[in-house]
């Protein structure tokens, strides 16, 4: 990506096209009082303006201000306002994709109530619409577009891995089951780094007497496009998983440990494409508490004791977001009753891990990846917590890469993985460490 | 840490080195002398995207097992003939 490749034009025809009501509301509210700043991990770690939520939406203010407003389009046209440039749009690409996870945690303090989030979402689709996406962010659309996966995952390697860890976990795996209630879908996160997350969910599920499937046409729940803004590679990565569920005539999908793979399908799907009539789109943590609640499964209480002290992270798009705010605690509270404490500060104001939004993709974020990293880290510390828990794959990478490269000893789990360890008379994946 | 198997894989063993390879944050040096040496070749293959930075000796190695999509790792894996050399290597990392 250079300034040379990009086409500011189509940037700003985007934006304007973009803007309708709700966003010139939005616009028009903020009073540029940078309260916003004060919730941005990024800002906060590293105290560099540029990284303020309210200068990430420059450019939507810009584009917005210049094509409809009577005073910016005259003060544009005497040269006073200046217009978007190719400089212009490198800049803000550093910052809306290598400083930005879309927390939205900057809309929580904003006085004005103004949705942040969903404006830097906008910038990024202005900026996705003139080629300024991140090389390495692209190039992981590019393989999801080709490839069916942002990591790669093929059918066949799909195909192997699922193999793999049914056959060396001794889990069934149903895939591409016809008249299953629930399709499961994994990110190709889980599939390559954390296959015993898979094992985990299975066994959870056949617990459970759960009726699930796979599907191989619906494989991947990642949705790269969503990170890069661009309304057709999002729709395209929705469509592949809706396709697979309308063929095995699923009633639920439900998402495993990803958190904006939750965003696009549940909130974001149902503004893309039409919903297939009565398909319920749910979390695996909403799934395990009701699995619990309905005495489907049982745990062993205290069964993660033996963990030190046991914190969760709240991730942005499950918890602040989707509101699954106290499912994983209630099941917490059975697995550490003793040793479960939480991080200050939590629930829907936690801080984000700083590695979302496809930041972790991006090479040359990783500076500011890690500053952000390092408030979540603090807080670990001043929670005394010896283990973190959390239900998305793309913190759990984070919180991984995080904790071995500020060296910390904090072990680091995903829920599932620690439910299935509790699971009464079932073999726990984590309990045969040496 | 140096690493060390000899006979086949049990799924216990092979579930256990899952959770170690999550929670490991060194380097490892491989020795696979000894070793099932087909068995080991599918188990690292299959464990290649959650490797430490890690050094592997003791018996050829078919090159395709490590020759992965960089996207699939953090963290680089190579196979030497010695081991001084898998040493002298993993010491630079």
């Known amino acids: 990506m250079s300034a040379t490749t990009m086409d500011a034009k189509a940037a700003m025809d985007t934006f304007v096209r973009e803007t309708g009501g709700w966003i010139a509301s939005q616009l028009e509210a903020c009073t540029r009082c940078g309260i916003c700043a004060s919730a941005c991990h990024f800002y906060q770690s590293t105290g560099n303006p540029d990284f303020a939520p309210v200068w990430k939406v420059e450019l939507l203010r810009r584009a917005y201000e210049q094509r409809f407003s009577p005073i910016g389009r005259i003060l544009t046209a005497l040269g006073v306002r200046k217009?978007?440039?190719?400089?212009?749009?490198?800049?803000?690409?550093?910052?809306?994709?290598?400083?930005?996870?879309?927390?939205n945690k900057c809309a929580l303090v904003c006085p004005m109530g103004i949705q942040l989030g969903p404006?830097?979402?906008?910038?990024?689709?202005?900026?996705?619409?003139?080629?300024?996406?991140?090389?390495?962010?692209?190039?992981?659309?590019?393989?999801?577009?080709?490839?069916?996966?942002?990591?790669g995952v093929t059918d066949d390697v799909f195909e192997e891995r699922i193999e793999w860890v049914s056959d060396e976990w001794d889990v069934e795996i149903p895939v591409d089951r016809e008249g299953a209630d629930t399709l499961v879908v994994f990110s190709s996160f889980e599939i390559m780094k954390f296959p015993e997350n898979i094992a985990d969910i299975a066994r959870i599920l056949n617990a459970a007497g759960e009726s699930w499937t796979l599907s191989t046409k619906?494989?991947?729940?990642?949705?790269?496009?969503?990170?890069?803004?661009?309304?057709?590679?999002?729709?395209?990565f929705i469509d592949r998983v809706l396709d697979g569920a309308n063929e095995l005539g699923v009633k639920r999908v439900m998402v495993t440990e990803c958190g904006h793979a939750y965003d696009a399908l549940r909130w974001t799907a149902p503004n893309l494409v039409e919903?297939?009539?009565?398909?319920?789109?749910?979390?695996?943590?909403?799934?395990?508490?009701?699995?619990?609640?309905?005495?489907?499964?049982?745990?062993?209480?205290?069964?993660?004791?033996?963990?030190?002290?046991?914190?969760?992270?709240?991730?942005?798009?499950i918890q602040r977001r989707g509101g699954h705010i106290e499912e994983p605690r209630r099941l917490l509270k059975i697995l550490a009753p003793e040793s479960f404490r939480e991080m200050t500060p939590n629930r829907e104001a936690a801080i984000c891990c700083g590695g979302g939004g496809g930041v972790i993709a991006i090479k040359s974020a990783d500076p500011q990846r890690y500053a952000a990293f390092g408030l979540k880290l603090d807080q670990m510390r001043a929670a005394e917590a010896d283990t973190v828990v959390m239900a998305c794959s793309n913190c759990r990478l984070q919180f991984l890469d995080g904790v071995q490269h500020f060296g910390s000893d904090v072990k680091v789990r995903g829920l599932s993985e620690m439910v299935a360890a509790a699971l009464d008379g079932t073999p726990a994946s984590d309990g045969q460490s040496e | 840490m140096r690493c060390r198997h000899s006979g086949s894989f049990t799924h216990e063993e092979v579930q256990a080195l899952a959770t170690f390879l999550n929670?490991?944050?060194?380097?490892?040096l491989i020795d696979l002398r000894d070793a099932a040496i087909e068995e080991c070749e599918r188990h690292i293959k299959n464990f290649r995207p959650m490797m430490p930075t890690a050094a592997i000796f003791g018996a050829p190695i078919d090159p395709s097992v490590l020759d992965i999509p960089e996207m699939w790792y953090a963290h680089e894996v190579r196979a030497f003939e010695t081991e001084d050399e898998a040493l002298a290597w993993l010491r630079e990392q």
């Open chain 1, 83 to 103: 217009r978007i440039t190719d400089e212009d749009l490198l800049a803000w690409s550093r910052v809306v994709y290598e400083a930005c996870t879309v927390c």
């Open chain 1, 119 to 151: 404006l830097i979402h906008d910038v990024r689709t202005g900026l996705a619409a003139a080629g300024a996406v991140p090389d390495d962010l692209m190039a992981a659309v590019n393989k999801q577009v080709e490839e069916g996966s942002p990591l």
């Open chain 1, 218 to 236: 619906g494989r991947e729940v990642v949705n790269f496009g969503f990170y890069e803004g661009s309304a057709e590679h999002t729709t395209l």
């Open chain 1, 275 to 317: 919903m297939p009539d009565g398909l319920e789109i749910t979390h695996i943590v909403a799934v395990l508490d009701e699995l619990v609640k309905a005495g489907r499964i049982t745990l062993k209480t205290g069964a993660a004791e033996d963990d030190g002290g046991v914190t969760f992270h709240d991730a942005c798009k």
């Open chain 2, 23 to 28: 929670d490991y944050r060194g380097r490892l």
